[in-house]
């Protein structure tokens, strides 16, 4: 039997997510058995121009409103790549018109906003799934595998991780994550949820007990961060630390150290190279360098695990798979902590449940 | 005209300190004119048998004290690898009876210790440097050259640095780095050490104005710190943590991020290997590796040093070089408001100047 296409609406490509969508349309072309059946923005002429020159299929309607695309009975899913100040309002209503949807990190300005998205997820049967695409590189799964081997890694005891890049002049003043009317989270919704998601990641989706963010972060004279820290404690002992800039060069590193082994990886969040993704790893056995290729890049690896939940509930029924919202939300909640820590002076803060 | 040869006494062989004792004592004998001229411990069987084990040549004077070393007229210099409980009394009374020396770090229990052995260093004319090695490798200045880079490298904005290996139980019972009568700064003082240097030496020395440990410090039952990390902040908006353990499997990192480039180092204190040790650089023209081969292991670089500059006094009158003591200082100054700042709770402390 052929697989049910699956058929995506591209909800925002105005100037400020084009990069994004243009990457994700892509992806969206290139898997199997999906096609982009509606592109929308709040302008009709922004949503030609990015179907013109985004590779999205001529048969593709266009609409001048995102609500046009949401109302399209022929649309199954979503991708939404809105600013952060946007997801409440568009994600929800996504929701409600029962329609999948990818929605772009940081997932939400706060976790009281997310529980609001989750609760119209779970009440309309709609699967979620954020945008962080490292998650879904094979790479993952291989060094999430050296994380659990218990004889190589032993157990985890700390986890340092790094985002930063130099943002230019035009970024740092036109940028929509700089913009406390459209982010408000900065380089700690952006870089940042990058670093916290490794974070949690590494320590199996369990939740910090406190974090404390570091002194010295930078504010815009907006009060939107542009680069700051924290560190963050467990239960168990286990502390990890991150940083996350848009003012220092190019760094994407996690350090992840247990009782018996090292993890280290430098280009997390994108791999330098498409086909081929390293990490090292060292243990009593020794210093290895190790290495997955893949023919797929990261972005086709996440549109091909959303369609295939997508395709799992239209044709077989299936529950929706309620792990994304869950890893979202934790890294909301921490991201929630870190941001009222810098709010409260580098106060120790509790993460919320 | 033949090179003046450089005598050395060995200050210390007991069971505690003979590892070190030992690279050093080869490093001593491997250098061109410099010898062993004594060795002494607190007990003669001890000091003996160190020699026996050591490649001392036999020509080697064994004495049963540390002051009958000091009191030979035929030593020039000595390397004290004891305990830093001990350091003040035998730095101070090695400098009065005017023998230069390579002092094990962490250099002092504090600043205030530390300054007695600067001055008693300053009013004899005494040549200082302690036993940082990989200062001395020469991938060290190479890696520095690429930091001062201000079109590669641009504007130092934060420096990541860890030092952390896997203590067995023995380590932890019975190390004098555990040992609250020997010691004191436990994993700060050892491990910690070389984390506040490295990100001192990337700052050029410049000091931070505030230190704050972070939260999760691990201490024994005496007090004494097993693992820890800080955060550290600079007037200029600079920042940079370390994290130093004995309780997480061996790491060795500096990450060091400018406006422009990116350096890193993965085996820092002790290279993978003896005669080529590699650091990564990206910048705007790329990613590369570097390698630096070195005939020398970094205990040699160091012992010559050394000698170079014991040397140009004795031969040349030359004043003793003073940065040594100077940057000895500066890492014991921070080291110990990150002492302060575990003690305080974690309080943001001030660093001393």
């Known amino acids: 039997m052929a697989e049910t296409p699956i058929r995506f609406g591209i909800l925002g490509c105005a100037e400020v997510s084009r990069k994004l969508s243009k990457k994700l349309s892509r992806a969206i072309t290139l898997s199997p058995n999906s096609t982009i059946e509606a592109v929308g923005s709040d302008s009709f002429d922004e949503a030609k121009k990015f179907a013109a020159e985004s590779g999205v299929p001529p048969s593709a309607k266009i609409y001048g409103s995102y609500e ?205 190279e498409e086909k081929s993704a390293s990490f090292s790893l060292a243990s009593k056995t020794g210093f290895m360098e190790h290495v997955v290729t893949t023919d797929l890049p990261q972005e086709i690896c996440m549109v091909r695990e959303f369609l295939r939940l997508v395709r799992s509930i239209k044709e077989c029924g299936s529950q929706t798979e309620s792990r994304w919202l869950s890893i979202s939300r934790k890294t909301q909640l921490v991201l929630d902590a870190v941001k009222a820590s810098i709010e409260k002076g580098f106060e120790p803060t509790q993460v919320g449940i």
């Open 68 to 272: 046009a695309v949401l109302d399209d009975p022929d649309v199954d899913a979503v991708y939404v790549p809105l600013p952060p100040k946007l997801h409440l309002r568009w994600a929800v209503l996504a929701a409600k018109k029962k329609k999948h949807f990818l929605l772009e990190k940081p997932v939400a300005l706060n976790v009281t906003e997310f529980d609001q998205i989750v609760e119209a997820c779970e009440a309309n049967g709609v699967q979620f799934m954020d945008g962080t695409l490292w998650m879904h590189h094979p790479r993952t799964s291989k060094m999430k595998e050296f994380l659990s081997d218990k004889q190589r890694f032993g157990h985890l005891k700390t986890v340092h991780s790094f985002f930063s890049f130099a943002a230019n002049d035009d970024f740092l003043k036109n940028d929509i994550r700089v913009k406390p009317d459209l982010d408000g989270l900065g380089a700690l919704g952006d870089a940042g949820w990058y670093c916290i998601r490794s974070i949690l990641w590494a320590c199996d989706y369990v939740l910090p007990n406190t974090v404390t963010a570091l002194h010295g972060s930078v504010l815009n004279e907006s009060g939107v961060v542009l680069a700051c820290g924290s560190s963050l404690q467990w239960e168990d002992g286990k502390t990890a630390t991150f940083y996350c800039s848009f003012l220092s060069n190019m760094a994407m590193d996690i350090t992840a150290v247990g009782t018996k082994g090292t993890l280290k990886v430098h280009d997390f969040i994108i791999p330098y």
